[in-house]
Structures are given as structure tokens and as C-alpha cells.
């Protein structure tokens, strides 16, 4: 478990960035999977997001994931949905104590926000899409709709694939300087001809700052760490068939 010292701040908040440890899965899913949607056995997954809910005294029909989709849509949750029932979004808010907001990634960025003083929290999942689509805007709007405060909001960006093992082409960059030239800020050159290196985090630091919203950036690369994180690109590279998901939760205490 990793947790920050932003969002540790108040006793009416709890929450982890869980690493790939601790876990019963095997093989490419070793050990921590927590994503259903991975090829991993579902009796283990299940079994890992009962263990990361124990690690924060939960039951493990306290955590709620979405069907992340890389959309910018945030939806408000006043009850917990059955299993198999997760609606299509990307961040989720509530101000209900006990539920666990959870988010699952493998190199996109796990986003935990929280006004402790109003009692209402978020969780976003944000990839490169949904980064430029608006999802952390659209979680913050969604948390001040419950009566959250800008300035109160403490924010955390979690373990995710860092500029120095993002290379992406030309065409992406064109995509981010097309929705706003000065997204060039978030590019360096890559050792190859034509490509460059994508700042996600700090993509999405710029985007807090803009809304004064405080954040806190872990700084962990999910690609370099293959002891502790999870990551899809690494998979890639390496012509896996699958790849495990992380988990990142955040809840309300009672107040």
C-alpha cells in the first residue's frame, strides 16, 4: 500500500495506491490483479480485492470499480451497484461513508480526491484520452455538485508511466497541440526520429492547477517498476497475451 501525505491528512479519509504485491494470482498476473477484465482466474481476483479491502478494514463488497471505457464521464454514486452492474465512466464520486471508490489501471493515471471537510471524495481513471476529454474536470465538477470545494479538494495522482517511458508519435503530439498549442510543454524529443516522450502526469498536474485544485504527484513509473507496478505498454513490448490491473481506492469514514 502507498499512501500519500495529501490525502492522509484527515481521519475522515482512508485510501491506497496498492502495488502488484501481495496477492494470490499467478504468472503474468503475479500477484495483486484486481481487474476482472484481465484473463487472470476470477476466484484469484476476487480473492485480491478482498485482500486490498482487508488491508483498509473493509469487506470486500465495500469496493465499487467502474467500466472504465477512457471516456470523461463521471457519475455520482448514492448506492452500491451489483456485481456485473458497473456503469461505463471513469470517475466516480460519492459522499456516502463506507464505499470504497476503486480504480484500476496499468500505466494510465489512478487520480484519489477528496474535501474532507465536506465529506465528499473521487477517484478517476486517467489515460491519455480521458485526460485530454476532461475527466478530472469532469470528477471535480462532479464532487462540488455533492458540495465540495475547489479549494478544499486535495488531490493525488498515482502510479502511472512516467515521460521518460512514454514515447508516443508525432500524431499524438499533433492531437494534444490541436486542442491547445501549449500542450507542447508536455513533449521532449525521443531518441528516435519523430517520436517523443508524454508527460501524463504533469499533463494532468496543469489541469489541477487550473481548476486550484491541490494534487500531490507520487512520481512512480508503473512501465519501469516491473517489481511493484503493473503496465500494459510493458506487456506490449514484450508481446504478452495480458496484463494485470493495480487498484487505487479511496472512502469516507463516518463522521
Not at 481513471?125 to 462532479?142: F, R, T
Request: aromatic letters at 8%; glycine letters at 10%; charged letters at 25%.
Amino acid at each position: 500500500m502507498i499512501i500519500t501525505e495529501t490525502l492522509k491528512q484527515s481521519d475522515r479519509v482512508r485510501h491506497a495506491f496498492f502495488s502488484r504485491q501481495g496477492g494470490i494470482s499467478e504468472g503474468i498476473f503475479a500477484s495483486l490483479n484486481c481487474g476482472f477484465g484481465s484473463g487472470d482466474n476470477p476466484d484469484h481476483i476476487a480473492a485480491n480485492r478482498a485482500n486490498a479491502m482487508k488491508r483498509l478494514d473493509l469487506d470486500e463488497g465495500a469496493l465499487l470499480t467502474l467500466y472504465q471505457v477512457h471516456s470523461a464521464k463521471a457519475v455520482v454514486v448514492d448506492t452500491p451497484w451489483k456485481p456485473g452492474e458497473a456503469p461505463q465512466a471513469d470517475a466516480a464520486v460519492t459522499k456516502i461513508p463506507g464505499i470504497a471508490l476503486g480504480i484500476l489501471s496499468a500505466d494510465c493515471a489512478p487520480v484519489l480526491l477528496a474535501d474532507a471537510a465536506t465529506g465528499v471524495i473521487g477517484a478517476a481513471h486517467a489515460g491519455w484520452k480521458g485526460a485530454l476529454g476532461g475527466i478530472v474536470e469532469a470528477a471535480v465538477d462532479a464532487m462540488t455538485g455533492l458540495g465540495a470545494k475547489k479549494d478544499q479538494i486535495q488531490a493525488a495522482i498515482g502510479p502511472c508511466i512516467q515521460q521518460a517511458s512514454y514515447e508516443v508519435g508525432a500524431e499524438f503530439r499533433v492531437r494534444f497541440m490541436d486542442d491547445d498549442p501549449t500542450n507542447r510543454e508536455f513533449f521532449i524529443a525521443s531518441s528516435r526520429d519523430g517520436h517523443f516522450m508524454f508527460d501524463l502526469p504533469a499533463f494532468l498536474g496543469r489541469q489541477f492547477d487550473t481548476l486550484g485544485v491541490a494534487y500531490e504527484t507520487l512520481g512512480l513509473d508503473t512501465c519501469a517498476d516491473e517489481v511493484r507496478f503493473f503496465s500494459y505498454r510493458r506487456a506490449t513490448q514484450r508481446r504478452e497475451k495480458d496484463y494485470g490491473r493495480g487498484l487505487a481506492s479511496i472512502l469516507l469514514r463516518e463522521g
